[in-house]
């Protein structure tokens, strides 16, 4: 029996997907230590932020000094108070079950923190020798993003880039989930550039430098860190910010590869192979 399809008289277009390689080894290797090494210190630093759960601005702070944050218990609650605003939060944060059944009053419950049983000695150890790891290849990848080209040639924000009206379209199209393909899904956007730029060379220094800031030994090295910063406490209130900026970078970089396609995006950053997604004709 002939096939169908082949005697048909109409012409069958048929676009075959474009593979480019889109992630160079050093970005690719970044990204995995980092993801692991960001990780260890997010649930390391939790341990450590429940032997004293208050955030204070300055440079001192203790229990009876006003905290700009805090979270606590009572009795019978869990809460998390900023300013003035108070929510409780029994069974996540301040007051919560483990899985013994037994009743824990951490700020935060210990399948969130490393080690998972409360001990401040063992979450400085496992904080600090990763801080290390982020601070050595954080170092390097900066230098390679500068003088490898990956700056000049993938995170370079171009002039027309930055009008008000591109940056809104890029906006709309994100929260439209028209995400770009053919061509166009082979470069970063704008808010892609301006984000990774941000935590590249802002949100992860940053990270440590206020973390060298709580150091005492460091203090006595470079006081005018700490003076920088406004005080010790000021340096432990923007680390837990900036901390959780990192938290949200992560979340929204998360559901931007669950919507742009996975198994695409996931293959690219293995083995640096990216497949263009099919785009209309006349696309660039």
Request: zero cysteines; charged letters at 15%.
């Amino acid at each position: 029996m002939p096939n169908a399809s082949a005697s048909s008289d109409q012409p069958v277009n048929r676009i075959q997907p474009t593979r480019i390689y889109r992630h160079r080894l050093p970005t690719r290797l970044w990204h995995w230590v980092n993801a692991v090494t960001l990780l260890v210190l997010l649930m390391s630093g939790l341990m450590i932020f429940n032997a004293h759960p208050r955030l204070y601005w300055g440079q001192a702070g203790a229990n009876h000094d006003p905290a700009w944050l805090e979270i606590g218990a009572t009795r019978e609650t869990g809460f998390l108070r900023v300013g003035s605003l108070r929510v409780e939060t029994t069974g996540v944060l301040g007051r919560w079950t483990d899985r013994r059944g037994v009743q824990q009053t951490w700020a935060f419950p210990g399948w969130a923190t490393i080690p998972t049983r409360y001990s401040l000695a063992d979450g400085r150890r496992w904080h600090l020798t990763f801080a290390w790891l982020l601070a050595i290849a954080l170092t390097l990848y900066m230098l390679w993003t500068v003088l490898g080209g990956h700056l000049a040639k993938d995170l370079h924000v171009r002039r027309g880039e930055w009008a008000p009206r591109h940056i809104w379209q890029d906006i709309r199209d994100h929260a439209r989930l028209r995400f770009p393909a053919g061509e166009a899904a082979a470069r970063y956007n704008i808010l892609q550039k301006l984000s990774y730029i941000g935590v590249i060379f802002l949100l992860l220094p940053l990270m440590i430098a206020t973390g060298l800031a709580m150091s005492p030994g460091f203090n006595a090295t470079a006081p005018w860190l700490v003076d920088l910063l406004g005080g010790r406490q000021s340096a432990r209130s923007i680390h837990f910010i900036a901390a959780w900026l990192l938290v949200l970078f992560f979340l929204v970089h998360i559901v931007m590869v669950l919507l742009a396609g996975p198994v695409n995006e996931l293959r690219a950053m293995v083995t640096g192979w990216f497949r263009l997604p099919p785009g209309k004709e006349g696309d660039a």
